[in-house]
């Protein structure tokens, strides 16, 4: 029996983690994601990763604020296995039918973690202190 988008939508929840399969349409294949805000009509994510070289050359290339890319050790609540960072600087918009079809469809997969209120404050900030997050997604938080 195939769930209704309805009941599919009940699951889906600000400070969860998501993992984006390669056969996703959007954000960053074969990553992990937060799901950062939810509203009546959309979602919207960052995407996580543990490649710190990768983060530490775009830091150094874009003069970015390194506070934008807040770092989380594994923990009892979240699910990461290593040292992972948070891009505040590349929010990835889904309506929300659309992502919810990417969970029907076994693009997008729901994890067992969650990122924790003081974890989610800190990932706020980083959206916030972003140069490349538009003003009208910073205002929604």
């Known amino acids: 029996m195939e769930l209704p988008l309805s009941l599919i939508e009940e699951t889906v929840n600000e400070t969860e983690l998501y993992f984006f399969t390669k056969n996703t349409d959007k954000g ?3 990553h992990i994601h937060v799901c950062v805000r939810k509203g009546d009509k959309f979602i ?3 995407a996580c990763t543990s490649q710190t070289d990768t983060i530490f050359k775009f830091v150094t290339r874009t003069n970015a ?3 934008t890319f807040p770092c ?3 923990d009892s609540i979240n699910c990461f ?3 992972t960072y948070i891009n505040c600087n590349n929010i990835i918009e889904f309506g929300k039918t659309e992502f919810l079809n990417q969970i029907k469809e076994n693009k997008v997969y729901k994890l067992q973690g969650i990122i924790s209120d003081n974890a989610m404050q ?3 900030k980083g959206i916030k202190l972003s140069k490349t997050v538009p003003e009208n997604i910073k205002k929604l938080f």
């Open 28 to 30: 960053v294949p074969g």
């Open 72 to 74: 989380f050790a594994p």
């Open 122 to 124: 800190q990932i706020v």
């Open 44 to 46: 919207l994510f960052t």
């Open 81 to 83: 296995k290593q040292l």
């Open 65 to 67: 604020d390194p506070n």
